[in-house]
């Protein structure tokens, strides 16, 4: 019985440390070609939980906020280089997937620093 136990434990807090909303979190996104690191601005929460249903599995949006109702969103996603024409094609791609699944009133900007 004590095994199982420890080993529920275990498990437990291994889950509950892939799986976080965090403010100034820090993550990796990476496949066969890539890899990104990427800490939350402060003010900011990393969350790799909310985004999980549109295959996002990094999101970030200011503290206090949510994923669902927050006004602005930052996210991570890796697309092929084959399959994007040019930035404004993706763009255009992404701000449609998102208004198919759910979110209207989506919409992208551009912003210079």
């Not at 965090?22 to 890539?34: A, I, K, Q, V, Y």
């Not at 990427?38 to 599995?57: K, R, Y």
């Not at 791609?93 to 979110?103: A, P």
Request: glycine content about 8%.
């Amino acid at each position: 019985m004590r095994y199982i136990l420890a080993a529920l434990a275990i498990f437990t807090s291994f889950s509950q440390a892939v799986a976080s909303i965090t403010e100034g979190g820090r993550c990796m996104l990476f496949g066969n070609d890539h890899a990104f690191a990427f800490t939350a601005i402060p003010g900011w929460v990393l969350d790799n939980e909310s985004g999980l249903s549109q295959e996002l599995h990094m999101v970030f949006y200011p503290t206090r906020q949510t994923w669902r109702y927050s006004p602005v969103i930052i996210y991570g996603r890796a697309v092929p280089i084959s399959s994007a024409k040019n930035i404004e094609s993706q763009v255009a791609v992404t701000v449609s997937d998102f208004r198919s699944n759910g979110s209207t009133n989506y919409k992208s900007g551009k912003k210079r620093g």
